[in-house]
Structure formats: structure tokens, C-alpha cells
């Protein structure tokens, strides 16, 4: 009942009522330490009260748990040394990381707490440390494996066609080879490497994937942007792809091309998902994903609405016409691609001046045109802006998510010798067996008599100024007289309340 409790009041609207109850239930824990607290018990979702703060974005209470927390070590002057418990922070030995948790809710106020202490040092320390260095190699090792794939695939095994054509149209010279001539000479024999790799790649990148879409579920692995999710989709499909290819190889299909070809695009595509690693690139790939995922994919139902009316009735215009003269509209697949070519302006109307066009052709494609080109178009322009202004007031926060879910992702696949814990372990201190990061904090003794100095420069009357700039002009000749030279101001320079006010904190200094 006290663990629901503690649940309960972490969604309490009313932070500082929410704090002091907390407060109170813990005092009355016997289980103070110890996987028996009431701090430490998970509800249904596996959350604890401290993981649930952070996923709801209750930056308050997340505030108030970690001041709970922290150890002062040692003060100096103006220096304090803090010890953060970053047990249930660190995602090094978390099933249910608290930073995956994070950057993976819809809420935008949680990803607000990426900029709280000790979050930020924690993130920061393990990025600039090991993600950045691991992420820059594993970004070139990829290139250089698409690079091989793409090579693979230009010098792949091809004849001279020996059959007659079947059509005037048919502009067919080269087709496959069999696998009994595929690997013959040196070259075959180097490119029979190339592929080896590319395959295998293929296959760690499935198996590196599907763990994780097991772990996390398809919906939510798939689903979250910040996480990866469209690239996920991406990658997983380009891998199939390849072993789609190889098994057309292996018995001699015809028509390994198409999947080739997907696999090309889809790799290539696969690129931008290292943008992340770059604050400048990074917030483009979530734009371009927000872009083709919500506008882009809405407009395509309209898109396709009108392209198949459109297309078939260029097809029935034309169904009389002379191919050879007009063979845009030859047949339906064509007059449907053709029709796509039109709607996004890439060619012009089909027109044949040397021959008489349809009458029908020119009302349907003025219609067509008012259609796609003026009204369309521009609304899709119009939603891809509304996108664009959405993601550009939010991209600094949207890159650290980046980071935060790269840097969580590398800690998991890597092996534990290449990404050791960070931090310092309580024992270290006598605290136990619990995680803390070190932070050194500055405490600035002045800082908060200077905030009422500015607090009363800004309330003073401005009537009341003349009679004490006299007196505030005779103090300033007997102090600065020495440096009068150095900041003594014109006498022609109007006396402000501003002014006023730095004469007061140079006279107390």
C-alpha cells in the first residue's frame, strides 16, 4: 500500500504537497535500505517511484528524489564535491534503462530532464568517452561495407543475350549467368569475397536486431523515432533483401535484380542514420522522418486517388492512338507511371506536334494540372513548413535524445571489456554497493547578494535620484580617484538608475 501510495503522489499535480507526503510515508518505512524499501519496489510496468517521475516528466520530484540521494563529500570555499546515486540512472546493468525510458515516452517533458544534474554529466561522460569514439567507427565500418555490397553488385556475373528480340521495343543485350558460370575466372573469384561479406553482414545485422524487437516489442521498437525506429525498419528489410538474392543465386533465378536493387536503395537510405552522431545533422533525420512517416504518408492517399483516375483516363484517350507516336500512354502500368511523372512536374505534358492530339487529352489534362500542380502540391509544401518550424524549436533537445538512445544502444551491443562502468562504487566510501558519479558544483557566496542588489536597482524611485547622486559622485572621486583615467565617465553621459546601481556595488565592494 505504501509503494502504490509513493506511485500515486509522484503524478500528483501539486509538486511541493507531492514531496512532503513522500517524505512522510518513507519515515515511516522499516525497510529504509535494501531491496525491501518502498522506494525500490517496482509496480505492474516495472517502474519504481524514481524510474516513474522520470517517464512522466515530473522534473520536481525527480529533483527532490536525487537531493534524497546525493552525498556531500567535501567543501572547500566555493568548491563542493558531490556524490549523485546513479544505481537506477546508469543503464550499464539495467535491464529497464532508466535513459531508454526516458527518450522512448511521448511526453516532451521528459526529455527535459536530460538537462539535469547528474543526467547530463552521466550522459555526457559516457558519450564523449566511448559512444562518439564507437559510433564514428562502426558509422565508416558501414560505409565500407556498402561500398563492397555496391561493387558486388555492378560487376555481377552478366552474358551477352544469344535469343532473338520479341519486340520492338525490347532493348535487352546483357542476362544473368548461371552459377555454374558465375565464378570462373579471378575476378569472380574476388567478387565470390565480397559477396561472402556482404551475406555475413547481412546476417549479424539480423541477429544483432532481432533480440532487441523481442525485448522491446515491434509497436515501440518500430514506432519511436528518437529510438531509430524507421531506420530499424530499414535495415532489417535490407538484410533480407540480401539473403533473398543469394538464394536466387544459388539456384539460378532470374530476376535477382529486384531485390538487389532494393537493397541497394535501403542500405544506401540506411546512411543517414548516423547523421545522429552530429549535432548539426542529427535533428534533419528526425525532420525527414517526421516529414515522410506524417505528411508525407497522409498526402499519399490523395496522391494515389488521383493518379488512378487521372491515369486511366489518359489510357482510354490514347487506347486508339498510334503507340509509336504517343507512347507515354502505350499501356496501363505505363500511363500510370507516366501519370506520377506528371503530378510531380518532372516531365511536361506528352505532346506530339507533328500529329493531331485528342480533345479530350487537353481538358482532362488542364483539369489534371489546376489539380496536382497548383492545389496538391502546394499542400504538401504547406504541411512539410508546419513540420519543419514544429522540429526546429526543438531540436537541441531532440539531438541530446539522439545521443541519450545512440549512446544506450552501443552500451548494450558492445561487450562489457570494451564499455566498462562508469562511476565510483559506494564501498569505495562506505556507502554500500551503490553506483555514484562525482560532480564538483561552484557556489558563488556573492551570487545571491548580488540578486537583491539588481532587485533593488530595478524597484528604486526614479524622484528619489537627484539628491543622492551628489553624494554618490563625492563617494566615487575620494574611492577612484587613482583610477579616474580608467572609469571615470563623460559628464555629457546621462545619469540612469542603471548606472545608480553598479555605483552602489562598486562603493560596498
Given at each position: 500500500?505504501?509503494?502504490?501510495?509513493?506511485?500515486?503522489?509522484?503524478?500528483?499535480?501539486?509538486?511541493?504537497?507531492?514531496?512532503?507526503?513522500?517524505?512522510?510515508?518513507?519515515?515511516?518505512?522499516?525497510?529504509?535500505?535494501?531491496?525491501?524499501?518502498?522506494?525500490?519496489?517496482?509496480?505492474?510496468?516495472?517502474?519504481?517511484?524514481?524510474?516513474?517521475?522520470?517517464?512522466?516528466?515530473?522534473?520536481?520530484?525527480?529533483?527532490?528524489?536525487?537531493?534524497?540521494?546525493?552525498?556531500?563529500?567535501?567543501?572547500?570555499?566555493?568548491?563542493?564535491?558531490?556524490?549523485?546515486?546513479?544505481?537506477?540512472?546508469?543503464?550499464?546493468?539495467?535491464?529497464?534503462?532508466?535513459?531508454?525510458?526516458?527518450?522512448?515516452?511521448?511526453?516532451?517533458?521528459?526529455?527535459?530532464?536530460?538537462?539535469?544534474?547528474?543526467?547530463?554529466?552521466?550522459?555526457?561522460?559516457?558519450?564523449?568517452?566511448?559512444g562518439r569514439p564507437y559510433f564514428c567507427f562502426l558509422a565508416l565500418f558501414y560505409i565500407l561495407y556498402m561500398v563492397?555490397?555496391?561493387?558486388?553488385?555492378?560487376?555481377?556475373?552478366?552474358?551477352?543475350?544469344?535469343?532473338?528480340?520479341?519486340?520492338?521495343?525490347?532493348?535487352?543485350?546483357?542476362?544473368?549467368?548461371?552459377?555454374?558460370?558465375?565464378?570462373?575466372?579471378?575476378?569472380?573469384?574476388?567478387?565470390?569475397?565480397?559477396?561472402?561479406?556482404?551475406?555475413?553482414?547481412?546476417?549479424?545485422?539480423?541477429?544483432?536486431?532481432?533480440?532487441d524487437i523481442l525485448r522491446v516489442g515491434a509497436a515501440k521498437y518500430f514506432g519511436q523515432t528518437i529510438l531509430g525506429?524507421?531506420?530499424?525498419?530499414?535495415v532489417i528489410t535490407y538484410a533480407c533483401m540480401i539473403l533473398v538474392t543469394m538464394v536466387m543465386r544459388l539456384t539460378?533465378?532470374?530476376?535477382?535484380?529486384?531485390?538487389?536493387?532494393?537493397?541497394?536503395?535501403?542500405?544506401?537510405?540506411?546512411?543517414?542514420?548516423?547523421?545522429?552522431?552530429?549535432?548539426?545533422?542529427?535533428?534533419?533525420?528526425?525532420?525527414?522522418?517526421?516529414?515522410?512517416?506524417?505528411?508525407?504518408?497522409?498526402?499519399?492517399?490523395?496522391?494515389?486517388?488521383?493518379?488512378?483516375?487521372?491515369?486511366?483516363?489518359?489510357?482510354?484517350?490514347?487506347?486508339?492512338?498510334?503507340?509509336?507516336?504517343?507512347?507515354?500512354?502505350?499501356?496501363?502500368?505505363?500511363?500510370?507511371?507516366?501519370?506520377?511523372?506528371?503530378?510531380?512536374?518532372?516531365?511536361?505534358?506528352?505532346?506530339?506536334?507533328?500529329?493531331?492530339?485528342?480533345?479530350?487529352?487537353?481538358?482532362?489534362?488542364?483539369?489534371?494540372?489546376?489539380?496536382?500542380?497548383?492545389?496538391?502540391?502546394?499542400?504538401?509544401?504547406?504541411?512539410?513548413?508546419?513540420?519543419?518550424?514544429?522540429?526546429?524549436?526543438?531540436?537541441?533537445?531532440?539531438?541530446?535524445?539522439?545521443?541519450?538512445?545512440?549512446?544506450?544502444?552501443?552500451?548494450?551491443?558492445?561487450?562489457?571489456?570494451?564499455?566498462?562502468?562508469?562511476?565510483?562504487?559506494?564501498?569505495?566510501?562506505?556507502?554500500?554497493?551503490?553506483?555514484?558519479?562525482?560532480?564538483?558544483?561552484?557556489?558563488?557566496?556573492?551570487?545571491?547578494?548580488?540578486?537583491?542588489?539588481?532587485?533593488?536597482?530595478?524597484?528604486?524611485?526614479?524622484?528619489?535620484?537627484?539628491?543622492?547622486?551628489?553624494?554618490?559622485?563625492?563617494?566615487?572621486?575620494?574611492?577612484?580617484?587613482?583610477?579616474?583615467?580608467?572609469?571615470?565617465?563623460?559628464?555629457?553621459?546621462?545619469?540612469?538608475?542603471?548606472?545608480?546601481?553598479?555605483?552602489?556595488?562598486?562603493?560596498?565592494?
Amino acid at each position: 500500500i505504501g509503494n502504490t501510495v509513493l506511485h500515486i503522489l509522484v503524478l500528483q499535480p501539486n509538486k511541493t504537497f507531492a514531496c512532503h507526503m513522500y517524505s512522510l510515508i518513507l519515515s515511516y518505512d522499516r525497510n529504509k535500505e535494501g531491496p525491501g524499501s518502498l522506494e525500490l519496489i517496482p509496480n505492474n510496468e516495472g517502474l519504481t517511484p524514481f524510474k516513474l517521475a522520470g517517464v512522466e516528466g515530473n522534473t520536481v520530484m525527480f529533483q527532490y528524489l536525487m537531493q534524497k540521494r546525493k552525498q556531500n563529500l567535501w567543501s572547500f570555499g566555493p568548491l563542493t564535491t558531490v556524490l549523485y546515486d546513479i544505481t537506477e540512472i546508469d543503464s550499464w546493468a539495467e535491464d529497464q534503462s532508466f535513459l531508454e525510458l526516458i527518450v522512448s515516452t511521448k511526453k516532451r517533458e521528459a526529455r527535459q530532464i536530460l538537462d539535469l544534474t547528474p543526467v547530463k554529466e552521466l550522459v555526457s561522460l559516457k558519450w564523449n568517452m566511448y559512444g562518439r569514439p564507437y559510433f564514428c567507427f562502426l558509422a565508416l565500418f558501414y560505409i565500407l561495407y556498402m561500398v563492397c555490397f555496391t561493387m558486388c553488385c555492378v560487376y555481377r556475373p552478366l552474358k551477352p543475350r544469344t535469343g532473338n528480340k520479341t519486340s520492338s521495343r525490347d532493348n535487352t543485350v546483357y542476362v544473368q549467368k548461371m552459377l555454374q558460370e558465375s565464378y570462373v575466372s579471378y575476378e569472380d573469384e574476388l567478387r565470390l569475397v565480397g559477396e561472402l561479406i556482404t551475406v555475413i553482414g547481412a546476417v549479424v545485422i539480423l541477429i544483432l536486431e532481432i533480440p532487441d524487437i523481442l525485448r522491446v516489442g515491434a509497436a515501440k521498437y518500430f514506432g519511436q523515432t528518437i529510438l531509430g525506429g524507421p531506420f530499424h525498419i530499414i535495415v532489417i528489410t535490407y538484410a533480407c533483401m540480401i539473403l533473398v538474392t543469394m538464394v536466387m543465386r544459388l539456384t539460378s533465378t532470374t530476376g535477382e535484380v529486384v531485390p538487389m536493387s532494393f537493397a541497394l536503395v535501403l542500405g544506401w537510405c540506411n546512411v543517414m542514420y548516423f547523421a545522429r552522431g552530429f549535432q548539426m545533422l542529427g535533428p534533419f533525420t528526425i525532420m525527414i522522418q517526421k516529414m515522410i512517416f506524417g505528411d508525407l504518408m497522409r498526402f499519399c492517399w490523395l496522391m494515389a486517388v488521383v493518379i488512378l483516375g487521372f491515369a486511366s483516363a489518359f489510357y482510354i484517350i490514347f487506347q486508339t492512338e498510334n503507340p509509336e507516336n504517343l507512347g507515354q500512354f502505350y499501356n496501363y502500368p505505363m500511363s500510370l507511371f507516366t501519370t506520377f511523372e506528371l503530378f510531380l512536374t518532372i516531365i511536361d505534358g506528352p505532346a506530339n506536334y507533328d500529329v493531331d492530339l485528342p480533345f479530350m487529352y487537353s481538358v482532362v489534362y488542364f483539369a489534371f494540372a489546376i489539380i496536382a500542380a497548383l492545389l496538391m502540391l502546394n499542400l504538401l509544401i504547406a504541411m512539410m513548413g508546419d513540420t519543419h518550424w514544429r522540429v526546429a524549436h526543438e531540436q537541441d533537445e531532440l539531438w541530446r535524445a539522439q545521443v541519450v538512445a545512440t549512446t544506450v544502444m552501443l552500451e548494450r551491443k558492445l561487450p562489457r571489456c570494451l564499455w566498462p562502468r562508469l562511476g565510483i562504487c559506494g564501498r569505495e566510501y562506505g556507502l554500500g554497493d551503490r553506483w555514484y558519479l562525482r560532480i564538483e558544483d561552484r557556489v558563488d557566496p556573492n551570487k545571491h547578494k548580488m540578486m537583491r542588489y539588481a532587485e533593488a536597482f530595478k524597484a528604486q524611485d526614479r524622484d528619489n535620484y537627484d539628491k543622492g547622486s551628489e553624494k554618490l559622485e563625492i563617494n566615487r572621486d575620494i574611492l577612484y580617484k587613482k583610477e579616474m583615467s580608467a572609469l571615470s565617465l563623460s559628464r555629457s553621459t546621462s545619469r540612469t538608475s542603471s548606472h545608480r546601481g553598479w555605483e552602489i556595488l562598486r562603493r560596498n565592494t
